[in-house]
Nanobody, 127 residues
Framework: QVQLVESGGALVQAGGSLRLSCAVSGRTLSDYVMGWFRQAPGKEREFVAAISRNGGNTLYADAVKGRFTISRDNAKNTVYLQMNSLEPEDTAVYYC????????????????????WGQGTQATVSS
């Protein structure tokens, strides 16, 4: 069983930056496709970014493309989400997700694809 723990959420002003981290334990990170999702109050959980097992393939939601960067350090069992040029619309609880796959180059955006989820970390962007 894999456990995911997010950290790095905070209150920042619009235009600022945050780096979220997702620490993975219980299994080897390199066996998992990883994703970041977010959920704002009253809204459904939505895809933010995903990264393949080997880190060579990434996907981004249109709303964050060019501002957010997903990365992974398999040696440290940690996945990151660097968020720049933050906007009030980015305010949400951010969740890390994982799914085990034999495919090394696949990254997926579907919520239902992922079997494992963290508890989330709150990011709030003030205007």
């Amino acid at each position: 069983q894999v456990q995911l723990v997010e950290s790095g959420g905070a209150l920042v002003q619009a235009g600022g930056s945050l780096r979220l981290s997702c620490a993975v334990s219980g299994r080897t990170l390199s066996d998992y496709v990883m994703g970041w999702f977010r959920q704002a109050p009253g809204k459904e959980r939505e895809f933010v970014a995903a990264i393949s097992r080997n880190g060579g393939n990434t996907l981004y939601a249109d709303a964050v493309k060019g501002r957010f960067t997903i990365s992974r350090d398999n040696a440290k069992n940690t996945v990151y989400l660097q968020m720049n040029s933050l906007e009030p619309e980015d305010t949400a609880v951010y969740y890390c997700a994982a799914d085990r796959t034999t495919l090394t180059t696949v990254a997926r955006r579907e919520v239902n694809f992922y079997d494992y989820w963290g508890q989330g970390t709150q990011a709030t962007v003030s205007s």
